[in-house]
């Protein structure tokens, strides 16, 4: 008889049974970074900006890179869950993989890993993961200041946002989130 197999999870269980705001970060597998090219990172930053659309979440601050991204969504106000989350990254990964792929000349590769989300309770933990995102670029050392990196919100944050609120989102430390980063992106873009 076969010895039998332990059925081992890959990742929890993703929580998405109430509407709320999400702090939300996936990775490519083995965290290669198959969208090192400007190129790949406006597919990947269109992609993700196109499918929030699609589905009716409304971004609030993301961050993409050659190899992982970020962002803090709400999910939509016409469902009663955010289960819609799983599926609108099924289709912004299964896509853009299927670009890169055709790009690179390696069909079926796996592209991406998988994704993780907080659902974001409390106010003080909310604005520093708002403020996260925005300044993921400067601590990955990519730009100096924030608003230089073309494919994240924080350009668009200080925009469309008053003085006084971005003042008050940029004054919240990130340094002490517990925020899964382990990420080394491309320092070519």
């Given at each position: ?19 709320a705001t999400y702090f939300v970060t996936a990775g490519t ?161």
């Open positions: 008889m076969p010895p039998l197999k332990t059925p081992w999870p890959h990742a929890p269980t993703h929580q998405l049974s109430d509407r597998y083995l965290k290669q970074h198959h969208f090192r090219r400007r190129e790949g990172l406006a597919v990947l930053h269109r992609g993700l900006l196109t499918v929030a659309r699609d589905f009716d979440w409304q971004l609030e601050a993301w961050a993409v890179f050659s190899n992982h991204y970020h962002f803090v969504g709400k999910s939509p106000p016409t469902e009663t869950d955010a289960t819609s989350l799983s599926q609108m990254l099924g289709e912004l990964h299964t896509e853009t993989a299927k670009w890169i792929n055709r790009l690179d000349a390696t069909p079926g590769r796996k592209v991406w890993h998988n994704f993780r989300e907080t659902k974001l309770t409390y106010q003080k933990s909310y604005l520093a993961r708002l403020n996260y995102p925005h300044q993921n670029a400067v601590k990955h050392r990519l730009v100096l200041v924030a608003n230089q990196y073309p494919w994240c919100s924080a350009a668009w944050f200080e925009r469309t946002a008053s003085t006084a609120m971005v003042k008050s989102i940029y004054r919240f430390n990130t340094d002490r989130l517990d925020v899964a980063d382990e990420f080394d992106p491309a320092p070519e873009w």
